[in-house]
């Protein structure tokens, strides 16, 4: 589904990424950890087009697209989906307004038509129970006021309304007690585990790995990939460190 071949970026005039390579396949969960610094959040960005992060180098492929070729809102509407470390405030706009407008500019993009009113609050319900987010958190500003918690729930509710084919999360499991971890743990599970998906989810932590189980983890430190294994591999960097392990 995603594959990234020598990948290349600068942010100013420093380069982040010197050459990163990853495949990730349908059906597969795929965990990226990493020292703090290391281009986790760069890679993100590049994935979803963000100005400032200029790619100098190698390709991605995305469903068989060329992705560095695609406007942001053509890798959204592509089933591209990024979950973001610090989730931005929108005051003055309404969740569900926001997640109706994504929802709907997403399907135009498709060739599909817009869900009514009554169509999309039906979804909404449905996604936030799955969140166990009160759908009063819905109808305030996006995230303003928000706790860490509830703007990583609200963020997992915007994916399962948008159902992208591939997520790249990065830290969402920043923020979150044991139960909110739980409850996103299986979000993503229910909204993404599926034979035609696949997920990258970048964390600092094996924690979160606990409940969403990688079949594949990877060592990002430099701006490379620098080791990969299973998922116990996240378990002796958990014990052992970055610098023991990979470094
Ligand atoms: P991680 O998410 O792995 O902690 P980042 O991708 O956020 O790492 O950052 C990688 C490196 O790029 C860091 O050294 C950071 O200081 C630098 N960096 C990130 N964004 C910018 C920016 N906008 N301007 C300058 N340097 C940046
Ligand atoms: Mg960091
Ligand atoms: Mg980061």
Redesign the pocket.
């Known amino acids: 589904m995603l594959k990234i071949t020598d990948l290349h970026a600068t942010?100013?005039d420093?380069e982040?990424l010197k050459g990163l390579t990853l495949e990730v396949g349908a059906g597969e969960v795929h965990a990226i950890m990493?020292?703090?610094?290391?281009?986790?959040?760069?890679?993100s960005?590049v994935l979803g087009g963000r100005p400032?992060y200029e790619v100098t180098g190698g390709s991605v492929e995305f469903m068989g697209q060329d992705l560095l070729d695609m406007e942001p809102h053509e890798r959204a509407a592509t089933g591209l989906f990024l979950g973001f470390?610090y989730p931005v405030e929108i005051p003055g706009v309404s969740n569900v307004q926001f997640l109706r407008e994504a929802l709907n500019a997403q399907r135009a993009a498709r060739g599909e038509e817009a869900l009514s009113g009554g169509e999309f609050l039906k979804l909404a319900k449905e996604k936030a129970a799955l969140l166990k987010l009160d759908m009063e958190m819905l109808k305030r500003q996006v995230n303003v006021g928000f706790s860490g918690g509830e703007k990583k729930r609200s963020e997992m509710v915007q994916m399962g309304i948008l159902d992208p084919k591939f997520a790249v999360l990065?830290?969402t499991d920043s923020g979150l007690d044991i139960d909110a971890l739980r409850v996103v743990g299986d979000g993503i599970n229910a909204i993404m585990r599926d034979p035609g998906k696949g997920v990258l989810l970048?964390t600092h932590y094996q924690r979160l790995l606990d409940y969403v189980k990688p079949d594949k983890v990877h060592v990002?430190a430099k701006g490379r990939i620098v080791k990969s294994g299973g998922p116990e591999l996240a378990l002796q960097l958990e014990s052992e460190g970055y610098e023991a392990v990979a470094v």
């Open positions: 942010v100013g420093t982040i990493g020292p703090n610094g290391a281009g986790k959040s760069t890679l960005y400032g470390q990065d830290e970048i990002l």
